[in-house]
């Protein structure tokens, strides 16, 4: 366990710095541009709440721990008015992949609203890509594990997960251009921040 932890680990902590590292790369070469960068935070956003909304339903049924348990129904109960609030925004700024045909998350669970465009822009720019397939290798290996290891697995991924999306929040928050969206990323930034010091706590006691 503790070699599959260390492990697990280093990879998110490498996931994330090349996640940040090539959002600003992307932002240097060009992406810099108030719809372009409007366009990933708002991917990327929303890719992490859909992650958040179906570990959290998994972590509701599969936990052991009560404490666990309140903690990945907290994370539904918050994560899917963000996702609402993502898509109703990218609409009314006009954020619009170039296509939405055929284009679908893999694995989208029943009761978690994302519409095609959202799907779309999530699938193909690069950052919300990875996060989508992150969370689904995380799925995978959360699927494995049963009883007091699922809790601790599950407590794990949501430090590494919460500590990658604060870093995400922080970056766009200073970069996106519309005031809109970077009001709605700082209360984003915000429960994200709760939501890790809540995990650490908790986890702690594990």
Request: net charge negative; aromatic share 4%; proline share 2%.
């Given at each position: ?48 709440h859909v ?12 936990a052991t ?77 959360l699927g ?63």
């Open positions: 366990m503790i070699g599959k932890q260390s492990s697990t680990n280093r990879v998110l902590g490498f996931a994330l710095a090349a996640l940040v590292s090539a959002g600003a790369s992307a932002c240097a070469a060009g992406m810099g541009a108030t719809a372009n960068v409007g366009a990933e935070a708002h991917a990327s956003m929303s890719a992490v992650a958040e909304i179906e570990e959290g339903s998994m972590g509701a049924q599969r721990n009560a404490q666990v348990r309140a903690f990945a129904q907290q994370l539904v109960a918050d994560h899917r008015p963000f996702l609402q609030q993502e898509q109703q925004l990218a609409s009314q700024m006009g954020l619009q992949a170039a296509a939405t045909a055929n284009v679908q998350l893999p694995g989208l669970q029943a009761g978690v609203d994302v519409n095609a465009n959202t799907q779309a822009l999530m699938m193909s720019i690069p950052t919300s890509r990875a996060l989508v397939e992150q969370h689904m290798r995380a799925m995978a290996d494995d594990e049963t009883g007091a290891e699922f809790d601790r697995e599950f407590m794990d991924r949501q430090i590494a997960a919460h500590r990658q999306a604060l870093a995400l929040a922080t970056r766009f928050e200073a970069a996106v251009q519309n005031t809109q969206q970077r009001i709605l990323i700082a209360q984003e930034r915000a429960a994200v921040q709760g939501h890790l010091q809540m995990a650490t706590q908790i986890r702690a006691g594990l």
